[in-house]
Nanobody
C-alpha cells in the first residue's frame, strides 16, 4: 500500500485546511483497514488526529474533534482531512497512515504552515 498526501502548504489563520491522501496498491474499503491522519508540529511528537475505517466509521482525537472531519471517496480511493479555524499551533507535518492488523503504512507527509 502506498499513500501520497497533498495539500496547500500555506494556510492563513482562521481558514480551513483540506488535505488529500491518495491511496494505491490497495482499496480503502478493504476489511480491517484504518486510515488515519497524524501530525507532527515542529520540535514536538506525533499527534493522532483521527481515522476513517474500512466501514466508513470515523473517530477523532477529542482535542480536535470539534473542528476536524475525515472523509473518503471510494471511487477515487482517496481519504480527505478537513480542519477548520486553523491556528498557528496547527503548523505541522501532516501524514496519512494505514493500519491493518500488525501492518502499518505511512505516506511521506505534507508540510502545512499556518501564517498570515
Amino acid at each position: 500500500v502506498q499513500l501520497q498526501e497533498s495539500g496547500p502548504g500555506l494556510v492563513k489563520p482562521s481558514q480551513t485546511l483540506s488535505l488529500t491522501c491518495t491511496v494505491s496498491g490497495g482499496s480503502i474499503t478493504t476489511n480491517y483497514y484504518y486510515w488515519s491522519w497524524i501530525r507532527q508540529p515542529p520540535g514536538k511528537g506525533l499527534e493522532w488526529i483521527g481515522y476513517i475505517a474500512y466501514s466508513g466509521e470515523t473517530f477523532y482525537s477529542p482535542s480536535l474533534k470539534s473542528r476536524t472531519s475525515i472523509s473518503r471517496d471510494n471511487a477515487k480511493n482517496t481519504v480527505y482531512l478537513q480542519m477548520n479555524s486553523l491556528k498557528a499551533e496547527d503548523t505541522a507535518e501532516y501524514v496519512c497512515n494505514a493500519f491493518y492488523f500488525v501492518f502499518t503504512y505511512w505516506g511521506q507527509g505534507t508540510q502545512v504552515t499556518v501564517s498570515s
